[in-house]
């Protein structure tokens, strides 16, 4: 049986000109032919990324009324699987490896099909993760929040996508902090946990935690905090997987500014909340910073190609043998959760079209990409599903979580919603697993 999808709780910005502000380096030095005016850079002309992952670099031609260009990687026309290969667009796709010599990505002019200009390309076994600065700020009010805390905004720069602030609700608990955990809310993340409004027991699931003694770090990236971050962290362009990085450039800083020293950080997210946990382990090297995670209502978009594409069967519901789920995002979830991280509106125009043209770069964006991290040693991995979510999000969540190598559980708390804490014993559950789990 077909249902619809709700990420319950996941209007596309403006393209970065040319890369600057993005992350990116200024362009390449042209090579032309002697006495030639033709000239083409290529921006950046140097980027570090992870294997597997996706970058789009531009070429600026000058000196002639053709601005066209043939991309190469390593002298080989559209490149290879060596190497990576790149389309008519500058999108690059790095191989799942790291391979032996240097990765040179080249424009090469069709006016005069000689002059070129090049960016050098790092690969990384990881995403990298950005950087981070930030600083306490007054609270938000007419939250419906109940609980004191401190407020922190926090300015994130991520390699290639642009500048965002991230923002903390932080609340210390009445006896010595045995650890913190990270909470986030679902859609783009904009809303704050304990809200009322975005879970109707999330204020219980904060509360539960600081009585257990747990530092308790909201996130946001948006909301209540700014009124010009309408996309939150999907703000692109720079694709899904890469906007991901503000997540665990986020959890850095509290491990490094709010996390007691040698306690344990832990993290649980809902829906879009759980894309961001699995982004963290699966591509930023999450599990040497999380000692626990509790993705609840998914990951939703385990495989991005699946969820955009819609040309896949309907799977089994993880919570009722009797009734299948889709993996389709559906229309909705697309344009609002997932295009607004791409130049163009490519996840729900292949929703209503099925259209393969971008299953590459869907696959290199997925968390099950084919070079996926699937091994958590130092990570306890905890899934529920709510048995009332009809959506993609547990089918999706259990493909992830049954890829998974290392030791981990999966349960379904049987009248949550998608919304798995606005029910009481959904919200009891997360607080039990973290009390259970969450230790160094």
Excluded at 70 to 86: P, S
Excluded at 329 to 357: E, F, L, R, W
Aim: with cysteine; hydrophobic share 35%.
């Amino acid at each position: 049986m077909h249902r619809s999808v709700a990420f319950g709780g996941m209007v596309a910005m403006l393209t970065c000109a040319v890369l600057a502000g993005c992350g990116g380096s200024s362009g390449s030095p042209s090579t032309s032919p002697p006495g030639g005016s033709v000239s083409v850079k290529v921006a950046p002309s140097s980027f570090t990324m992870g294997v597997g992952s996706n970058y789009r670099f531009a070429a600026a031609v000058t000196g002639t009324s053709n601005t066209a260009v043939n991309w190469q990687v390593n002298g080989a026309e559209g490149g290879n699987a060596g190497v990576g290969t790149i389309d008519s667009t500058g999108l690059y796709i790095a191989p799942g490896a790291i391979p032996s010599g240097v990765i040179t990505v080249a424009a090469i002019a069709q006016a005069d099909g000689v002059t070129n200009g090049t960016s050098v390309v790092t690969l990384a076994l990881t995403d990298p993760v950005g950087t981070a600065t930030g600083h306490t700020i007054t609270c938000p009010s007419g939250s419906g929040i109940t609980i004191g805390g401190t407020c922190y905004s926090i300015a994130l720069s991520c390699p290639g996508i642009a500048d965002l602030n991230g923002y903390l609700w932080v609340n210390q608990p009445p006896l010595t902090p045995i650890g913190a955990v990270l909470l986030t809310a679902g859609g783009n993340s904009e809303g704050l946990y304990a809200d009322p409004n975005i879970y109707i027991h999330g204020a219980d699931v904060v509360n539960g935690l600081l009585a257990a003694s747990y530092i308790t770090v909201q996130t946001s990236f948006g909301g209540l905090f700014t009124t010009t971050q309408p996309s939150g962290w999907q703000t692109g362009p720079g694709g899904i997987r890469r906007v991901a990085c503000r997540y665990i450039t986020l959890a850095q800083w509290v491990q490094q500014n709010i996390g007691p020293s040698g306690k344990s950080l832990c993290a649980t997210g809902n829906s879009s909340g759980s894309i961001l946990i699995s982004y963290a382990l699966a591509h930023y090297g999450g599990t040497s910073m999380f000692n626990m995670v509790e993705p609840t209502s998914g990951s939703p978009i385990s495989r991005l190609d699946y969820s955009c594409e819609c040309n896949q069967l309907n799977l089994t519901d993880p919570c009722d043998s009797s009734q299948q789920l889709t993996q389709c995002a559906g229309p909705m979830n697309a344009q609002k959760y997932i295009d607004p991280a791409y130049p163009a509106p490519i996840c729900s125009q292949a929703v209503q079209s099925h259209s393969t043209a971008n299953t590459q770069q869907f696959l290199s964006d997925s968390i099950l990409s084919p070079e996926g991290t699937l091994s958590y040693p130092n990570t306890s991995v905890h899934f529920v599903w709510g048995g009332q979510d009809f959506s993609s999000a547990p089918v999706m969540g259990q493909e992830w979580q049954q890829k998974i190598t290392t030791t981990n559980t999966a349960s379904c708390v049987a009248d949550a919603p998608h919304n798995l804490a606005d029910v009481l014993d959904g919200a009891q559950k997360i607080v039990s697993d973290i009390v259970t789990y969450c230790h160094p």
